[in-house]
């Protein structure tokens, strides 16, 4: 993801009906996403943005537009995380993770399943 750029909220909301598709999503099956959230006119330029911008692959089929990510989900949390964590806490997880136990943000589970993970990593 050479060309990554932050998405706004706009566009990643769309992103993730396109992330969340098993093939090709449609600009209708965005729609039915969305419901009565966004109209066709935002819908289709948020999409037109996002094939300017790399992240989709747009492909007539029929009378309809179907849409195929480029950059993976996995991908794209992958540098927003690494971002975040830059921006927000000098690179610190340690900082983060005060912040989130500060703000009474992780649930018991969360803490369990992150000690897990520490010990895991240490094998």
């Known amino acids: 993801m050479e060309r990554w750029k932050r998405l706004p909220d ?10 969340d598709g098993k ?7 965005i729609m039915q996403h969305l419901k009565e959230k966004k109209s066709v006119q935002l819908v289709q330029n948020a999409l037109n943005r996002l094939e300017g911008k790399g992240f989709v692959q747009c492909e007539k089929i029929g009378r309809l537009n ?21 921006k927000m ?6 900082k983060l ?19 897990a993970l ?6």
């Open 66 to 86: 179907h849409y195929t990510p480029l950059v993976s989900l996995d991908e794209y949390r992958e540098k927003e995380t690494s971002s975040f964590l830059e």
């Open 97 to 115: 993770f005060a912040a989130l136990i500060e703000n009474d943000a992780l649930s018991e589970d969360d803490i369990q399943k992150i000690k």
């Open 10 to 19: 706009s566009e990643l909301e769309v992103m993730l009906i396109i992330w």
């Open 89 to 94: 806490y000098q690179n610190s997880g340690s």
């Open 118 to 123: 520490l010990e895991k990593g240490k094998e």
């Open 23 to 29: 093939e090709k999503v449609s600009t209708s099956d």
